[in-house]
C-alpha cells in the first residue's frame, strides 16, 4: 500500500485492530481498505492463494501482524518520510526498509506482488520497489492502480514555471524507466488506460474494485424510505441528494455546498454530505453548509459505514459526485446497486459505464454553473435515467471483480512457477 493507516482522519477513534507501544501509543489500522476488501472477496471464491496487505506506517516500531476473520493478514511496516528525486526535485515520501527486506526474504516463494497505487504510479517508494526486485525478479509484479493517474508529461499541459516542465520531462522517462519490470499493470476508467498506454507497451488490463450487490440493495419499500428519514430527521416532502466520501478536496463538497447555498430559498430539497477528513478541512465544510443546516436543508453528517450508510442511500432519491477525479468511484457503485439514479462529473469508471448505458446526468468538472442548471432541472423536471441494475452487478459485484482478478493472479502464476496454481498474493 502507498499510505498509512488514515491516523488523521480518525483521530480520537481506536484502529479496528490495534496495539498499544510501550510509550502508550497506539498504533493499527481500520480494515476497511480497498486491499483487505479485495483480499476476502478473493479468498471467497479461491483457495488457491493467501493474501496478505503491507502497509507503511510511521507510528510503528516493529512488525505488526493480524490474521482477519476473512483469511486476510494485515502487516504494519515500520516506516518513514524520507526525500526523493522526483524529476529534477525533490520530494517527501514513505520509505520503509522493513518492508524491502521483508520482501528480499519471500525472493524463493511463490508470490504475486501487487503494487496497489492508489493515485497511479507516481509513487517514490514504488519506484525503490522496483528498482530492488524489477531486473531480476523471480516472482512476478503486478502494478494495480485505483484511479487518477496521470502521466507527468499530461501535466505539461499546463502553466507552469519552466523549470518545472523540465522536471515532468525527467520524471516521466524516469517513470517509463521502471514500469517496465511490471508484467501487468491495471487501471478502471477509460481515460486511465489511456494514460497507462503512454507509459508501458506491456500487459494491460481494466479492472475496478467493487461492492456487495446481496448488501447494498435498492430501499425495500415505501415505509422503510419513511422509517429511515425520520430518524435522519428529514422531511418525507424533499428531494434528498447524497454526495459521500473523504473529505479531500478533490471532491469538490465546498463547491457543491455553495450551489445549495445560493438556491436556499427553495424549501425542496435536502443535502446530505457523510464521510469523514482532517480536522481543518472537516470544520472548513461544517461552516459553509451551516446557513443549509439552520434551515434544516442539509447536514453534513459523520462518518458511517454498513447498515447506517445505507440508511443514508435509502433515504435518497439521487447521488451526487462531482470530483475533479476517480477510480470508480466505489461510492457510485453503491448507488447503482440501490437503484438511485447518479448526477456526476464525467471521471471514473462509473461514469463510462453510465455513459455506454445512457444513464445518469453529467456536469463539467469545472463549470458550476452547470451544475446549478442540472439540479434545478432535476429538481424541477424529475431525476436522470438509472443505470440497470443488473448491468452495475455484473460490473461491480465482488464475486465478479475477485474473478477478474483470479484470472490475472493464475496466469502470473502460470508464467512464473509453472502449471501447479497457487500462491501468496
Not at 483487505?36 to 506506517?57: C, H, M, N, S
Not at 496521470?150 to 499541459?157: A, D, F, N, Q, V
Not at 447524497?242 to 463538497?253: E, T, Y
Not at 462529473?345 to 463549470?367: I, L
Request: charged fraction near 25%.
Amino acid at each position: 500500500m502507498p499510505h498509512g493507516p488514515a491516523y488523521h482522519f480518525l483521530p480520537h477513534t481506536t484502529p479496528d485492530v490495534s496495539w498499544k507501544k510501550p510509550d502508550g501509543t497506539v498504533v493499527g489500522f481500520w480494515a476497511r481498505e480497498w486491499l483487505d476488501i479485495l483480499g476476502e472477496a478473493v479468498l471467497k471464491e479461491t483457495d488457491r492463494y493467501e493474501w496478505e496487505v503491507w502497509q507503511p506506517d510511521c507510528r510503528a516500531d516493529k512488525i505488526y501482524s493480524k490474521t482477519l476473520d476473512t483469511g486476510v493478514t494485515h502487516r504494519l511496516f515500520p516506516a518513514k518520510d524520507r526525500p526523493f528525486r522526483m524529476g529534477i526535485w525533490l520530494q517527501d515520501g514513505l520509505f520503509s526498509e522493513a518492508m524491502i527486506s521483508h520482501l528480499w526474504e519471500l525472493r524463493g516463494d511463490r508470490i504475486v506482488l501487487m503494487i496497489y497505487g492508489t493515485y497511479g504510479f507516481r509513487v517514490p517508494f514504488y519506484h525503490e520497489v522496483l528498482k530492488s526486485f524489477g531486473p531480476a525478479r523471480r516472482f512476478p509484479i503486478f502494478l494495480r492502480s485505483g484511479g487518477m493517474f496521470k502521466t507527468p508529461i499530461s501535466e505539461m499541459r499546463g502553466l507552469h514555471r519552466p523549470l518545472t516542465y523540465l522536471s515532468l520531462m525527467v520524471e516521466h522517462f524516469q517513470l517509463r524507466r521502471v514500469l517496465r519490470y511490471a508484467d501487468v499493470i491495471s487501471e478502471q476508467s477509460e481515460s486511465g488506460l489511456r494514460e497507462v498506454r503512454r507509459l508501458f507497451d506491456g500487459r494491460i488490463e481494466k479492472l475496478t474494485m467493487g461492492c456487495d450487490f446481496d448488501f447494498w440493495v435498492p430501499v425495500p419499500s415505501a415505509g422503510t424510505k419513511e422509517s429511515v428519514r425520520n430518524e435522519l430527521n428529514i422531511s418525507q416532502e424533499k428531494r434528498v441528494l447524497l454526495a459521500s466520501g473523504n473529505f479531500v478536496p478533490r471532491k469538490q463538497f465546498d463547491k457543491l455546498i455553495g450551489i445549495f447555498r445560493a438556491m436556499q430559498d427553495r424549501d425542496d430539497f435536502f443535502l446530505v454530505i457523510a464521510g469523514h477528513g482532517d480536522e481543518t478541512y472537516t470544520k472548513m465544510l461544517a461552516a459553509l453548509v451551516e446557513p443549509l443546516a439552520r434551515q434544516k436543508k442539509a447536514v453534513l453528517h459523520p462518518f458511517v459505514t454498513g447498515k447506517e450508510l445505507r440508511n443514508i442511500y435509502w433515504a435518497s432519491d439521487l447521488y451526487v459526485s462531482v470530483a475533479t477525479d476517480e477510480g470508480g468511484p466505489a461510492s457510485v457503485m453503491k448507488a447503482m446497486a440501490c437503484g438511485l439514479p447518479v448526477l456526476s462529473t464525467p471521471v471514473g469508471e462509473t461514469a463510462d459505464k453510465m455513459k455506454a448505458h445512457s444513464a445518469g446526468r453529467f456536469v463539467p468538472v469545472k463549470g458550476f454553473g452547470e451544475w446549478s442548471k442540472a439540479v434545478l432541472e432535476i429538481l424541477d423536471k424529475g431525476m436522470p435515467p438509472v443505470l440497470d441494475r443488473a448491468i452495475a452487478q455484473e460490473a461491480y459485484d465482488w464475486p465478479q471483480v475477485a474473478k477478474r482478478f483470479i484470472e490475472v493472479y493464475d496466469d502470473l502464476s502460470g508464467e512464473y512457477f509453472g502449471p501447479c496454481i497457487g500462491a501468496r498474493v
